[in-house]
């Protein structure tokens, strides 16, 4: 198991990886949002902008991309929330189509709306 950290996303709070290579998948950890720079604003669009462009790090942190994810599970408070989430999620993966899980929550750490897990696949 190799373990995968970017410098671009800060560093795990608690006993975990951001993410770990193994058997040539990459699978990341449950990613949040982070705070929203200052003065912004902090939108549910944000949250899963932010959420995105934090994963897509910590793939490229491992030699891959988004277009490399096999399998997206999202963590949402509201379910009311889910067909916004769809629609950015649409935007930011385009044709790219992996299995997904969008699973209603009551509430996620520290107050935010979003969190997503990933599998991608390594490719030599």
Not at 50 to 55: D, I, R, T, V
Not at 72 to 95: K, Q, S
């Amino acid at each position: 198991m190799k373990l995968i950290q970017s410098p671009k996303v800060p560093a795990p709070a608690g006993h975990y990886s951001q993410a770990v290579e193994a058997a040539g998948l990459v699978f990341v950890s449950g990613v949040l949002p982070g705070k929203p720079p200052e003065g912004e604003t902090d939108s549910f669009e944000r949250q899963v902008r932010a959420s995105f462009a934090q994963c897509s790090n910590i793939l490229n942190a491992a030699g891959c991309t988004l277009s490399d994810v096999v399998q997206c599970t999202t963590y949402l408070v509201g379910v009311e929330r889910w067909p916004e989430f769809n629609a950015i999620y649409a935007e930011i993966m385009g044709d790219h189509k992996p299995a997904r899980a969008v699973v209603p929550v009551p509430e996620l750490h520290y107050g935010f709306l979003i969190e997503i897990q990933l599998v991608a696949e390594k490719k030599n």
